[in-house]
């Protein structure tokens, strides 16, 4: 079991671009969630998604996009990037329904650098 | 608003000594609560967690306590091992809702 993946591992963008990010969820899992760790902060809820709909949104512009596909994995989308984009960005999946923190298991991030 | 708050951003132990993790909320909608362990270039791993229907919950080596009360939980880690040096994440969700609210995280460093 690869357990969450997320790719890739690193990224460099400049202000204005627009980057994507990609988790594929650990086997088993159909939910994706999704977290922003700026340096020094804990991470923090972005969105989550479940039979390819959006389920929850946190406090984040409608710059920060998703997407779930049939095989449950899911892309992250920020569009007009900002110095302040700069972050480690989480993904985490679950079971629907059995995802009450413990369920929910993380990936290793993407570190994105906005220059 | 931070609703969950972690004042203590680092916290240094004697290797065998207790360890002692402090967090704060301010949202009583909480219901459930949660520490993570986060090593360097890995995401946060699951520890320990507690229901707001309880006060204590132990596994092996570490205690969560919870005083609704007083909106606080620790966790102790006991004895304290230099694995366990590491950032640790308390966080906090309403049952049954999946969004973990996260607070800032303390930095363990256990002393040989």
């Known amino acids: 079991d690869a357990g969450v993946t997320q790719s890739p591992t690193h990224l460099i963008k400049t202000r204005g671009q627009q980057v994507t990010l990609r988790c594929s969820p650990k086997?088993?899992?159909?939910?994706v969630s999704w977290y922003q760790q700026a340096l020094g902060q804990g991470p923090q809820f972005i969105f989550q998604?479940?039979?390819?709909?959006?389920?929850q949104r946190g406090n984040f512009p409608d710059r920060f996009s998703g997407h779930q596909f049939p095989n449950y994995s899911s892309e992250l989308n920020v569009n007009a990037l900002l110095l302040g984009d700069s972050a480690l960005y989480l993904c985490a999946s679950s079971l629907f329904g059995q995802g009450g923190g413990s369920e929910q298991f993380f990936g290793p991030g993407t570190r994105l650098t906005v220059l | 608003d931070q609703q969950v708050k972690q004042n203590s951003p680092s916290l240094s132990v004697q290797e065998g000594r207790i360890s002692i993790l402090n967090c704060d909320y301010t949202?009583?909608?909480?219901?459930?609560f949660l520490w993570y362990k986060k090593y360097p270039a890995e995401g946060p791993t699951f520890l320990i967690s507690?229901?707001?229907?309880?006060d204590k919950n132990e596994d092996g080596r570490f205690t969560v306590f919870l005083n609704k009360s007083a909106k606080h939980l620790s966790l102790h880690i006991v004895p304290s091992q230099p694995g366990d040096s590491a950032v640790y994440f308390c966080a906090a969700l309403n049952f049954g809702n999946e969004k973990l609210t996260f607070g800032t995280g303390t930095r363990l460093t256990i002393i040989p």
């Open positions: 949202n009583s909608m909480f219901d459930y």
């Open positions: 998604y479940y039979e390819e709909e959006e389920r």
């Open positions: 507690i229901s707001s229907i309880k």
């Open positions: 086997s088993g899992h159909d939910t």
